[in-house]
C-alpha cells in the first residue's frame, strides 16, 4: 500500500554524527567508568549482541496491538523461550553466577527482552529469595532449588485489596491445626483478598503468603507461609483457592498481578518459613531472635528500586536529548534555518538536569550498596547498629529518587512534543514503570513520615545533648550558627546552606510536634497534624545527603582513577545538579538564609553557563549510558537518530493500516452519514 | 473459579454517607453555582439522562481488555450513538435549533460515551469552528454546512511529522494551476507528512490542511485547504491521498489520530478557505487585512483546553476524594481502628488543593470566556485591539491550567495508592488526556515564550506610559509604586503580591534582555538566552491572573446571590488556593517582598487550620461537581463508594478470568516448567 520504501536509512543522521563528533571527551571511558570497569562493558556488549541479535522486526510494538490477554500469553512465550537462551549464556560466559540468568529477568536489559515486562520478575525477586533469606536449611533445599530452576513458580502475596501500608493490619489468617499439624489459611472477607503479587494472576503455582498467625486463637503476628496454589499438572486451581487476573494497570501490562482468596486451605506446618520463628508441633511458639534483620530485605529492595528508577530515568534523558539534536523547530533569528532543539535554552532546561538527576542517583545507589555490603557483614556477625541509618537513608533515597524520578521522567517526555505521546517512543511506558515505584515497597509518604519521626527522634537526642550517629551529624554543626556565613559561590556552600534548611525544618517540626503535645495532644494525633511540616523536613534531609554523596564521588579519591577531562564532565554535571537544587528549593532556604539580589542573579548565571558548557557533551554522554535500542525500544531515541523514519515505520505496523477502510465504515459511519434523521 | 455473581452492594457505602450527612452546606447548591445556574444544572441533568439510560458502565470498564483496533471500533461506534441521541434530543426538544446537535457534541456529556476518545471530536472542536470563521458564505453552504450536519465527516490537518509549532516551517504546498483553476497539494518529504488530527486515520473522508500557498514558485505563506481523502461511498482512499492511524498513543486511543500525505492531489481553486485572504482565477492574490485571525481558531482551542483541563482536575480530585473516605489506612493512635486516610493530613494535603484548583481554574476560565466573546463582538465591528491581550491570556491559561491538572491528576492518582495504578480507577486515562493539553494547540514553552515576548512589549510600553488592557494593568502599577509596602497576609494582599512578584520578574527579564542586547546579540539570541527568565516572568503572570480572578469571582459583588453556608466553603477553597500557591511560589516571593519568619509560620498554620475546615464539606463539594458514575467511569470514585467491589467485579469480567488456565500453559509454560533449563 505505501509507496516510500526502505524507510530507515542504514546511516547515523548527521545532526546527531555532529554531536558525537563534538564531544570533548572520550565516550569509551565514561562508559567503562559508568558500568564500573571496562572488562564489565565488554561482557555487557557479549551479552546484548547474544540475545538481542535474533529479535525480530517490530519486536519492542507489536504488543501494544494486541487485547490485555494477547499481551499476557505472547510474553509467557517470550520468557520460556529467553530463559533457556539466558541459562546457556550464563553458562558460557559467567558459569556460576547469577548476572544474566536469571539476572536478565530484571535487569536493565530485560526491558529490551520483555517490554510490556513479565509475569515471572516476582517469583526471581522475591519469592526465591525470601525462602533463602528466611527458610531453614530443609526449605531452602525443598524449594529453593525448585523455584530457582522454575519448576515451580511462586510469588509473593502481601498487599491486600484494602490493606497494604499497615501491614500489622493485614486480615488473612493462618489457624495451627495441632490435630492434623496443619496451618488453616483463610481471607475472611472480599477486603482481605491479596491483591497485586506478580504473576499470581495465571502464571504462579505457588505464593508465599504473609499472613498473621493464630495458635489457639492467640495472634503471633505476621508470618509467611509457601501455600500451593495450582495443581502442578492441570494448572486448575487447587480446592479453596479463588484466583484471578486483577485487571490492566499504567504499564507491566504483561506482569500478570492478581488476586488470591483462600478459603480454608490446609498447608503442612512445615510450609511456614521457619529460619527465624518458629512454631512447633505441640503448637509452641518460638519468636524471631532478631526481628530487626528483616528490615535489611526491605533495605535492599529499596536500593534496587533507587538503581533501577535512575536507569529508567536515565533511559527518558537519553532518548529526549537524542531526539532534541535530530528535531528542528521554531527559528531563534528569524529567516534562519530551524535550529535544533538542543539550541533552545529552555529545552536545554528540561534535558540536562534530568541527566545529572540521573547520574546523582546513580552515584548515590552505588555508596549506598557499599553501605548495605558492610551492613549485612555486621549484622552476620550480631551487630545492628548501623541498621536504623540504613533503614532511613534506603527510605529517603527510594521516596526522592522516585519522586524526582518520575517528575523527570514525565518533564522529558513533554520535551518531545507531540510525538513523546506516541507508545512508539516508550516514554510513557518508561514513566508507568518508574512510577509504580512511587507506591511499592513503602508508599513515598509513609516512608517520608518514618524518617520525619526519625528525625524528631534524632533532634530530641540533640537537644539532650546524646550523641548522634553520622547521618544526623549536620545538626550540630548548623545549630552553632547563630546565622548563615555569607554566601560564596563554592559547592561546599551549597551543601551547608541546605543541611543548614534541613536542621531548621527539623527544629520547627520538632517544637510544633511537641507543642502540640503540650496542648494536650496524643503523641499520635499530634504527628498527624505535623504531618507535612515532617514530610518537608525529611525531603530535605534526603537533599542533603544525595548532594553531599555526589560531591564527595566527584570531588573525592575516586577523581583520581578518572581522566582530567572525564573529571572536567562529571564536575560540569555537579555543578547543574547543585545550583537546580537550590533553585528547586529557594521557598524553605530563603526562608533561613540571606541571599542577596546579587547572590540570586549569580546562581541563574550558574545555572546558564552550565547548560551551555554542558551543551556539546550531551549526546556523548547519553551515549555513555551504553543503553541498547532494544533496550530503550523507542522510535525517538535510537542511536541512528533516523527518528522520522522509525516513526513512520511504527505507523506502518499498526494493525489498523492492513486495510484501508474499517468494518465500523460499512456498520455504522456510511449509515449514519446517509441518514436523514 | 471465580463466581459470576455481581459483588456489587446496592447500598451507598457508609463511611461515605457519613460524609455527605456531615457537610456543613447544601452540594446542590454548589452544583448549581458550578454549572452556571439552576436552569443550567436542570438542563445538563436532563440531557445527562437521556443519553446514558441504556448505557452499560460494566462494558466502559472492560474496554481496558480491548485491542488497539477494537478500542477504535468501539470509540466509533459510541460516538455515532451520542450523534443519534443528540440529534433526536434536538428533534424532541428543540426543533430547527443547535441547542443539542450538534453544540452539545463536543461537551462533557459526551464523555461518559467514549472514554476511549471521540473521533469526531475535533471535527466540532476545531473544523466546524475554522470553517464557520474562514469560509465565504457560499463555501460554508457549499461543504460547511455538511460538515455540520455529519453528512461528510473531516478533521484539521496542521502538524506535519517534522513540524509543530513554527507554522512558517510547514511543508505542505499548495501550488496554484491557473490553466485548470486547481490547487496542486504535495509533502514533499517524509517530514512533511501531517501527523495527528484526530479522526484522520480511518473516520474521516475530507480534511482542512494548512498549507504553504505558491503562486508562480512565490510562497504567500500558509492557508486552508479543504480537501477530499476518502470516496464518500467506499471510504477508498482517494489517488494521490496516502492515509492511516499513527498508533498506538499514550490515551485518546479511541480517537484514531491519522497520518496524511498527498502526492498531486488536485482540488478546486474555491476550495482555498477565502473568507479573509483569497486568490482570484488570473492567480492575483488578496492578503488578509489582519492576519492574526489565522491564528484565531487556536486563541478558541486554548479556551476550551483550559476549560476542559480544569473539568478533568474536578473528575480525578471527585475519585480521589471518594477513594479517600472509604479507604482506611495506618491507625493515627495506635490500636486504634485505622482511620479513613482523608483522616491523615498528609492525603489532605494531596487532595483538597486540587478541588480548589479546579474550582479557581473553573472561574479564571469563565473570565477568559468572557473576554473571547467580548473580542468576537469586536472583531466583526472591523475592532483588533483586544486580540493582543486575549491571545496572550489564553496561553497563560491554557499552560498553567494544563500544568497544574496534569501535575494535579497525578498526584491524586498517586494519592490512591496502588489501586491508582489500575486501569480500572480511570486516574491514568484522565491523566494521559490531561497531560497531552500541555503538548497540542500550542507547546507549552513555546506559549511561555510568546507571553514573555507580550510581557516585554508591556512592560517597555508601560514605560512610556501607554495605557495597558486590564489584565497587565498591574504591570504600570508596579513601576509607579516599586515597593510593596508590608504583607498583611489577607487575599487582597495576597493577590498583589503574587502581581508584584510577577512584576518584578518580568521587570528582571526585560534587564537581562537588554543588557545581552546592549553587549551586542541580535534581540532575538537574546531572547533565546533569556529563555528561562522569560518562562518564569510568564507562568507568575499566568499565575497573578488566577489568583486575582478566583478572588473576585469569591468575594465579588456575586457573593449576594449565594448562601451563607456556600459563601463560607468558596472562601475556605479560595484561602487553601491563595495559601498554598503563595507558599509554592515563596522562592519568587522572598526574592522581592520582605515576609518574616512569623509571616511564614502563619502561613503553614493557616495551611492547616484550612484543611481542617474542608474535611467535613470534602465529599459534598466534589459530589457538587456532579459527575455521573459514567463520566467518572471508575471502580474507586462511584457515588455508592463501594470502591473494593467494583474493582473485584471489573476483574471478575476480564476476559482473562473466565478460564481458570491460560491458553500458553500446556504449549509453553508446563513444558518449560518441567525443563530442568
Not at chain 1, 222 to 227: A, G, K, N, S
Not at chain 1, 507 to 515: H, P, Q
Not at chain 2, 523 to 546: D, K, M, P, S, Y
Request: proline content about 4%; charged content about 20%; glycine content about 6%.
Amino acid at each position: 500500500m505505501s509507496h516510500i520504501k526502505n524507510l530507515i536509512p542504514s546511516t547515523v543522521n548527521p545532526d546527531l554524527q555532529k554531536e558525537r563528533a563534538a564531544a570533548e571527551f572520550h565516550v569509551e571511558e565514561f562508559s567503562a567508568w559508568w558500568h564500573g570497569g571496562q572488562d564489565k562493558l565488554k561482557k555487557k556488549r557479549e551479552i546484548e549482541k547474544a540475545i538481542f541479535s535474533d529479535l525480530e522486526d517490530g519486536y519492542g510494538l507489536n504488543h501494544e496491538y494486541m487485547s490485555h490477554e494477547e499481551v499476557y500469553n505472547s510474553t509467557v512465550k517470550k520468557v520460556a523461550e529467553a530463559a533457556v537462551k539466558l541459562k546457556a549464556l550464563q553458562n558460557k560466559l559467567n558459569p556460576g553466577g547469577t548476572d544474566i540468568w536469571p539476572g536478565g529477568l530484571f535487569n536493565a536489559q530485560s526491558f529490551g527482552l520483555f517490554p510490556a515486562n513479565h509475569p515471572i520478575a516476582t517469583h526471581i525477586t522475591m519469592f526465591v529469595d525470601v525462602i533463602k533469606g528466611q527458610g531453614t536449611a530443609e526449605q531452602v533445599e525443598k524449594w529453593g532449588k525448585a523455584a530457582e530452576n522454575c519448576n515451580i513458580i511462586g510469588t509473593y502475596a502481601q498487599t491486600e485489596l484494602a490493606h497494604g501500608t499497615n501491614v500489622r493490619g493485614l486480615a488473612t489468617r493462618a489457624d495451627f491445626d495441632p490435630k492434623t499439624d496443619e496451618f488453616v489459611l483463610n481471607t475472611p472477607n472480599l477486603e482481605a483478598y491479596k491483591w497485586w503479587p506478580g504473576g499470581l494472576g495465571h502464571t504462579a503455582n505457588h505464593a508465599m503468603v504473609v499472613a498473621q498467625l493464630y495458635i489457639a486463637d492467640v495472634h503471633h503476628g505476621v508470618q509467611m507461609f509457601i501455600v500451593p496454589l495450582r495443581d502442578s499438572e492441570t494448572h486448575m486451581p487447587l480446592p479453596g483457592v479463588d484466583i484471578g487476573e486483577i485487571g490492566k494497570k499504567l504499564g507491566m501490562a504483561s506482569v500478570n498481578q492478581g488476586f488470591l482468596g483462600l478459603n480454608h486451605v490446609r498447608i503442612p506446618r512445615t510450609n511456614m518459613l521457619m529460619k527465624f520463628a518458629k512454631v512447633e508441633r505441640d503448637g509452641t511458639f518460638k519468636a524471631s531472635p532478631a526481628s530487626r534483620i528483616n528490615y535489611l530485605t526491605m533495605v535492599y529492595t529499596r536500593c534496587l528500586i533507587v538503581s533501577q528508577n535512575s536507569t529508567l530515568l536515565l533511559a527518558a534523558a537519553t532518548i529526549a536529548t537524542r531526539y532534541s539534536a535530530v528535531r528542528r523547530q521554531s527559528p531563534i533569528e528569524p529567516n534562519q534555518p530551524e535550529p535544533q532543539i538542543i539550541d533552545h535554552v529552555t529545552q536545554r532546561l528540561k534535558l540536562f538536569p534530568e541527566i545529572a538527576t540521573g547520574i546523582a542517583y546513580h552515584l548515590a545507589t552505588e555508596y549506598m550498596w557499599e553501605m548495605y555490603a558492610q551492613t549485612v557483614q555486621e549484622a552476620n556477625n550480631g551487630k545492628f547498629e548501623r541498621l536504623p541509618d540504613m533503614h532511613i537513608l534506603s527510605c529517603a533515597l527510594k521516596v526522592l529518587c522516585t519522586t524526582d524520578g518520575c517528575a523527570g521522567i514525565e518533564k522529558l517526555r513533554l520535551s518531545t512534543g507531540g510525538h513523546g505521546y506516541l507508545i512508539a517512543a516508550n516514554l510513557s511506558n518508561i514513566y508507568g514503570n518508574a512510577v509504580a515505584a512511587y507506591t511499592y515497597e513503602g508508599e513515598n509518604t509513609v516512608l517520608l513520615l518514618q524518617i520525619g519521626r526519625a528525625l524528631v527522634k534524632a533532634w530530641a537526642s540533640f537537644v539532650d545533648k546524646k550523641p548522634l550517629s553520622a547521618s544526623y551529624s549536620y545538626f550540630a554543626s548548623s545549630m552553632q550558627l547563630k546565622e548563615f556565613p555569607k554566601w560564596d559561590d563554592s559547592w561546599q556552600c551549597i551543601i551547608k546552606a541546605l543541611q543548614y534548611t534541613a536542621a531548621h525544618k527539623t527544629r520547627i517540626a520538632f517544637e510544633n510536634l511537641a507543642n502540640r503535645m503540650a496542648s494536650g495532644q496524643s503523641q499520635g494525633v499530634a504527628a498527624n497534624n505535623t504531618g507535612i511540616e515532617l514530610t518537608r523536613a525529611a525531603e530535605l534531609h534526603g537533599r542533603q545527603f544525595v548532594c553531599q554523596t555526589f560531591l564527595e564521588q566527584i570531588t573525592g579519591a575516586k577523581a583520581q582513577k578518572r581522566s582530567p577531562a572525564l573529571n572536567k564532565i562529571l564536575e560540569n554535571v555537579l555543578e547543574l545538579f547543585l545550583v537546580q537544587t537550590v533553585l528547586n528549593n529557594l521557598n524553605d532556604i530563603l526562608r533561613f538564609i540571606k541571599l542577596s539580589d546579587a547572590d540570586l542573579r549569580s546562581l541563574q548565571k550558574r545555572l546558564e553557563d552550565s547548560l551551555a558548557q554542558f551543551r556539546p557533551n550531551a549526546v556523548a554522554i547519553c551515549d555513555g549510558f551504553e543503553f541498547h535500542d532494544r533496550v530503550l525500544n523507542s522510535v525517538l531515541g535510537s542511536y541512528d537518530g533516523n527518528v522520522y523514519p522509525r516513526l513512520f515505520d511504527s505507523a506502518k505496523r499498526s494493525t489498523m493500516n492492513q486495510k484501508p477502510v474499517q468494518t465500523s465504515f460499512e456498520t455504522y459511519l456510511k449509515p449514519l452519514m446517509k441518514a436523514k434523521l | 473459579m471465580a463466581s459470576s455473581t455481581s459483588v456489587i452492594p446496592t447500598t451507598v457505602n457508609p463511611d461515605l454517607q457519613k460524609e455527605r450527612d456531615a457537610a456543613s452546606f447544601n452540594s446542590e447548591e454548589f452544583a448549581a453555582w458550578w454549572a452556571g445556574g439552576e436552569e443550567v444544572l436542570k438542563f445538563n441533568r436532563g440531557v445527562r439522562e437521556y443519553m446514558e439510560k441504556d448505557v452499560d458502565l460494566s462494558e466502559m470498564l472492560q474496554l481496558q481488555n480491548k485491542t488497539h483496533e477494537e478500542i477504535i471500533e468501539f470509540s466509533t461506534r459510541g460516538a455515532i450513538e451520542g450523534a443519534k441521541k443528540l440529534r433526536r434530543l434536538q428533534e424532541e426538544r428543540n426543533p430547527g435549533g443547535d441547542v443539542y446537535w450538534p453544540n452539545l457534541y463536543d461537551a462533557q456529556v459526551m464523555w461518559g460515551l467514549v472514554p476511549g476518545g471521540n473521533p469526531f471530536g475535533v471535527m466540532y472542536v476545531m473544523l466546524v469552528k475554522a470553517l464557520q470563521a474562514q469560509c465565504t458564505p457560499e463555501q460554508y453552504e457549499e461543504f460547511g454546512k455538511r460538515v455540520e450536519l455529519f453528512e461528510i465527516c473531516g478533521t484539521y490537518a496542521q502538524t506535519e511529522l517534522g513540524h509543530g509549532t513554527y507554522l512558517r516551517g510547514l511543508e505542505t504546498r499548495a501550488d496554484f494551476d491557473r490553466k485548470t483553476d486547481q490547487f496542486v497539494l504535495n509533502t514533499p518529504n517524509i517530514s512533511s507528512y501531517k501527523w495527528w488530527p484526530g479522526g484522520l486515520g480511518h473516520s474521516s473522508n475530507h480534511c482542512l490542511v494548512m498549507a504553504q500557498l505558491y503562486i508562480d514558485g512565490d510562497c504567500k505563506g500558509p492557508h486552508m485547504f479543504f480537501i477530499q481523502v476518502r470516496d464518500e461511498d467506499t471510504h477508498e482512499p482517494l489517488p494521490g491521498v496516502h492515509i492511516g492511524d499513527i498508533g498506538k498513543k499514550m490515551g485518546f486511543i479511541g480517537v484514531n489520530n491519522g497520518f496524511l500525505g498527498l502526492k498531486n492531489v488536485r482540488i478546486p481553486r474555491t476550495r482555498m478557505l477565502m473568507r479573509h485572504a483569497q486568490v482570484k482565477a488570473d492567480g492575483s492574490y488578496v492578503s488578509s487585512p489582519t492576519n492574526v485571525l489565522t491564528y484565531f481558531a487556536m486563541v478558541r482551542t486554548r479556551c476550551v483546553i483550559a476549560k476542559n483541563n480544569a473539568v478533568m482536575l474536578a473528575s480525578a480530585a471527585t475519585i480521589a476524594t471518594r477513594y479517600s473516605a472509604v479507604r482506611r489506612q495506618s491507625p493515627i493512635n495506635p490500636n486504634e481502628r485505622e482511620p479513613q486516610i482523608m483522616d491523615h493530613v498528609t492525603q489532605q494535603m494531596k487532595l483538597f488543593p486540587e478541588i480548589a484548583t479546579s474550582v479557581a481554574y473553573r472561574k479564571a476560565g469563565d473570565y477568559l470566556w468572557n473576554l473571547y466573546d467580548v473580542t468576537i463582538e469586536d472583531i466583526e465591528n472591523g475592532k483588533y485591539e483586544r486580540l493582543p491581550e486575549l491571545h496572550s491570556l489564553s496561553c497563560a491559561l491554557k499552560v498553567t491550567c494544563s500544568m497544574d491538572s496534569a501535575s494535579g491528576v497525578e498526584k491524586l492518582r498517586l494519592a490512591c495508592g496502588g489501586h491508582g495504578f489500575l486501569t480500572s480507577s480511570n486516574m491514568s486515562s484522565i491523566y494521559v488526556s490531561a497531560t497531552a493539553a500541555c503538548t497540542y494547540e500550542g507547546e507549552n514553552t513555546v506559549l511561555l515564550l510568546q507571553i514573555g515576548r507580550f510581557l516585554m512589549k508591556t512592560w517597555r510600553a508601560a514605560l512610556t506610559g501607554a495605557p495597558l488592557p486590564p489584565t497587565v494593568r498591574y504591570l504600570a502599577e508596579v513601576q509607579k509604586n516599586p515597593e510593596f509596602g508590608t504583607w498583611t497576609g489577607s487575599w487582597e494582599n495576597m493577590v498583589k503580591a503574587m502581581q508584584y512578584a510577577a512584576a518584578n520578574r518580568t521587570q528582571l527579564a526585560f534587564r537581562s534582555l537588554s543588557k545581552r542586547m546592549s553587549r551586542g546579540e541580535t534581540e532575538a539570541n537574546a531572547a533565546n538566552h533569556t529563555g528561562i527568565e522569560f518562562t518564569q516572568a510568564a507562568e507568575l503572570h499566568g499565575r497573578a491572573f488566577v489568583f486575582s480572578a478566583f478572588y473576585e469571582a469569591v468575594t465579588g459583588p456575586q457573593s449576594k446571590t449565594r448562601s451563607a453556608n456556600f459563601n463560607r466553603v468558596l472562601e475556605n477553597l479560595l484561602e487553601l488556593y491563595l495559601v498554598k500557591e503563595t507558599l509554592n511560589q515563596m522562592g519568587h516571593l522572598l526574592r522581592f517582598i520582605n515576609l518574616t519568619d512569623t509571616d511564614l509560620s502563619g502561613l503553614q498554620d493557616r495551611l492547616e487550620t484550612v484543611l481542617t475546615k474542608l474535611r467535613p464539606d470534602a465529599v459534598a463539594i466534589v459530589d457538587g461537581f456532579d459527575f455521573s458514575d459514567l463520566q467518572l467511569n471508575s471502580t474507586l470514585g462511584s457515588y455508592d463508594g463501594n470502591a473494593y467491589e467494583r474493582i473485584f467485579d471489573a476483574a471478575l469480567k476480564n476476559p482473562m478470568n473466565q478460564k481458570a488456565v491460560p491458553k500458553y500453559f500446556h504449549e509453553i509454560l508446563r513444558p518449560f516448567m518441567k525443563s530442568n533449563i
